[in-house]
């Protein structure tokens, strides 16, 4: 597999597994639900979209940019 070209808004390279902690407020859409900054996501899943990563957040499946994400 080739070595993967998912970064963070600081330019830290992602893996599957990874922790990240949100820089900015967001707006679910459809959820009606406002994931505040600072939240910790862990365990997130790369998708085909460098500029996307899917994860679990209060049993909600939810695909995140990465622009808003920082590694921990």
Known sequence: ???????????NILNDGDSVTLIKS???KGGGVTL????LVKK??????EEE???KIDGMSIV???AFLKKR
């Open 26 to 28: 967001l707006k679910v």
């Open 1 to 11: 597999m080739a070595e993967s070209n998912v970064k963070d808004s600081n330019g």
């Open 36 to 39: 505040k900054q600072g939240t």
């Open 64 to 66: 995140l940019k990465t």
């Open 44 to 49: 997130i899943r790369l998708t085909d979209d």
């Open 53 to 55: 990563v899917d994860c």
